[in-house]
């Protein structure tokens, strides 16, 4: 086990805390909503949604949590500004915690901050993210309005290795004019999380475990990661029963984060909740444990 030499930043969001020395505070676990095809969605350009299906699996995972005892939070993904607005309307006083405001479409993420202010719950949305690829007009957006929680990605088209990702938020690595930490800080933006940018295994995936540590004793920011990304893209084909595969090493890249130093982790879908928060529970016990005389 480790303890960083560096101050841990501790952050709260719509009533959750993240972020800490290892071992002294609780994963929070992110799961995904209304994302592509989800069979909640009946319309996703207008954000209609099937009320009874949806509640359904907010009770479940509603249900998961309290037993797990996880802290977690909501990746809403909206394909318009439109569906951007009903989904923060559907949720926000149904489950607690930190949302995360996703889209591909800079459009609809600043229209979630939007909507956000005007129903009084900018507080609890997290802006999802912070780029390299963030344009002139998305950073006057920001500047004029900034978000009160933001994610910073470490992604790096130059380099997928422990560097490039480094590199990316220090100093933007002569791809960008500065680093994506010191602009989102500039921004205006009070609680940042670093996401250090998990995509296929064949892409370095791993390299973004060793990270978040090194991110967390360089800042001492809240960081984590979508370690899931690296699950989907695995080739199981050839196994008895690939989906059971799927599912238990889903399971296990939860465990794995944590125990890199991960302070949350996106966990994919929010079925998912189901199998992954009993395993983060199990290993924040062990890593309480294991960091207990630190």
């Known amino acids: 086990m480790y303890k960083f030499q ?17 071992g002294k505070r609780r994963t929070m676990l992110v799961g995904s909503l209304f994302y592509p095809r989800h069979s909640v969605v009946l319309d996703p ?20 949590i309290e037993r797990c005892g996880c802290p977690s939070g909501l990746m809403l993904y909206a394909e318009s500004c ?6 923060l309307e559907a949720v926000c006083d149904k489950v607690p915690g930190p949302l995360f405001a996703d889209s591909g479409s800079a459009e609809v993420r600043l229209s979630f901050l939007r909507s956000a202010q005007e129903m009084g719950v900018l507080d609890r949305v997290v ?22 929680n933001a994610v910073v990605l470490a992604f790096n088209p130059r380099g997928d290795d422990v560097k490039g990702r480094i590199y990316m938020l220090e100093s933007g690595d002569d791809l960008i004019p500065q680093g994506l930490v010191p602009a989102a800080e500039e921004l205006g933006i009070r609680n940042l ?3 250090t940018a998990v995509t296929s295994p064949d892409l ?7 990270s978040i540590l090194v991110a967390k ?45 991960a302070d949350y982790v996106v966990y994919g879908p929010l079925e998912y909740a189901k199998r992954t928060m009993p395993v983060a529970s199990f290993t924040d016990k062990m890593m309480e444990q294991a960091a207990r005389d630190l």
């Open 6 to 22: 560096t101050a841990q930043r501790e952050i709260e969001i719509g009533g959750v805390k993240v972020g800490g020395q290892p």
């Open 45 to 64: 350009r207008k954000g209609e949604l099937d009320r009874a299906k949806l509640n359904e699996r907010l009770d479940s995972y509603l249900n998961t």
């Open 82 to 87: 439109e569906s951007a607005r009903a989904y």
């Open 127 to 148: 802006y999802n993210t912070i780029n390299a690829g963030l344009s002139e007009e998305e950073t006057q957006a920001l500047r004029e309005c900034p978000p009160v």
């Open 193 to 195: 999380l670093i996401d």
């Open 204 to 210: 370095s995936a791993g390299s973004a475990l060793r």
């Open 217 to 261: 004793a360089k800042w001492g920011i809240p960081t984590g990661c979508a370690l899931h990304n690296a699950v989907e893209c695995l080739r199981l084909d050839g196994l008895e029963d690939p989906k059971e595969a799927r599912r238990s090493v889903d399971a296990s890249a939860v465990a794995i984060s944590i125990m890199s130093g």
